[in-house]
């Protein structure tokens, strides 16, 4: 696992607009709290919850969550300047759906960030591709600016309405997701989403029901989930974290693999009837090192909660 990823496998959707929802969020165990200005915000509210951004960042930061601001393009200017203030880690783009808004974006933020003190380049955007346009665009958008760390589908099964299809799957979904993954790859970003099935639709879903989308999502490729409870933050971290038996069985293989290499008998090593191969075993290795990753951050947030001295992640 490269040293510079980023454990981000929870994402809460939090309206700006809804104080009691700002004063929870430390307490949801979130890796990052996203203050939405777009999709759970009324239009008359806006105004005022532009007004509250700024001093949300610090209050929903007390968990050690890292926190980006979910934006609209059309009224990025109005969100950029009420967003981009010391301690933001970074942008929700809704319904991106070309490359030049977020260049456009890149600008206003390199502006606001050298006017208001923060690092150059320090805040990211993840690019939420949610129409056809925007999907189509997809790799145009992703490769935009170095800033963009990563995409998503969003809300895309509501705002495409896509129908179901008799087996329960949301029709095109599956190829979206898979198409998501391919493009971020390419990319070099981070694909971010879960694969939510029937009747789960709109981020909506039982505990139980996050944890197997997340687990779903993870074998697909994703990272982590945009969700809109905090009921289903744990079981997003829980299904995009390697299990007990998912570590046991990465660190048997890599014995195994250990052993050949002292011994000699490499070329003849298996495991459940395949060879052994260095590429294989590197995939071992990257589990290892993700559920490392994961461990640390769950610590770095529990002792930001209670107030302890706080490790860096």
């Known amino acids: 696992m490269p040293a510079n990823d980023k454990i981000r496998r929870s994402w809460l959707l939090v309206p700006v607009s809804q104080p009691d929802r700002i004063t929870a969020a430390p307490n949801?165990?979130?890796d990052v709290v996203i203050l939405d200005l777009v999709e759970f915000v009324a239009e008359s509210d806006k105004p005022a919850a532009?007004?509250?951004?700024?001093?949300?960042?610090a209050s929903v930061q007390a968990g050690g969550a890292e926190v980006f601001v979910q934006i609209e393009p059309d009224l990025m200017l109005a969100d950029l300047r009420a967003a981009v203030w010391p301690g933001l880690n970074g942008i929700v783009v809704s319904r991106a759906e070309t490359a030049q808004q977020i260049a456009e974006i890149d600008t206003?933020?390199?502006s606001l960030e050298s006017e208001r003190g923060l690092l150059p380049g320090s805040v990211e955007i993840v690019a939420s591709l949610e129409t056809a346009p925007g999907n189509h665009a997809g790799f145009?958008?992703?490769t935009a600016s170095p800033r963009v760390w990563g995409l998503t589908l969003g809300r895309a099964d509501l705002i495409m309405d896509l129908r179901p299809e008799p087996s329960g799957e949301i029709h095109l979904m599956q190829y979206l997701m898979q198409r998501l993954v391919t493009i971020a790859a390419a990319a070099g970003k981070t694909p971010l989403g879960a694969w939510w099935r029937h009747p789960d639709r709109g981020l909506l879903a039982t505990p139980d029901n996050t944890r197997a989308a997340a687990q779903r999502g993870r074998a697909i490729g994703f990272k982590g989930s945009f969700c809109v409870l905090d009921n289903q933050v744990g079981p997003l971290n829980q299904g995009f974290t390697p299990s007990e038996s998912e570590v046991a069985a990465a660190r048997s293989i890599q014995q195994i693999y250990a052993?050949?290499?002292e011994s000699g008998t490499l070329a003849a090593v298996t495991h459940e009837d395949r060879f052994?191969?260095?590429?294989?075993?590197r995939q071992y290795t990257n589990v290892?090192?993700?559920?490392?990753?994961c461990a640390t951050r769950d610590m770095f947030k529990a002792a930001a909660v209670e107030g302890r001295p706080v490790p860096v992640p």
Do not use: F, K, Q
Request: hydrophobic letters at 55%; a negative charge; glycine letters at 0%.
């Open 108 to 110: 206003v933020i390199s």
């Open 259 to 261: 052993d050949a290499t």
């Open 140 to 142: 145009e958008i992703a």
């Open 50 to 57: 532009r007004e509250m951004v700024a001093d949300s960042l």
């Open 28 to 30: 949801s165990s979130a």
């Open 276 to 281: 052994l191969t260095a590429d294989i075993v």
């Open 288 to 293: 290892l090192d993700l559920a490392d990753a």
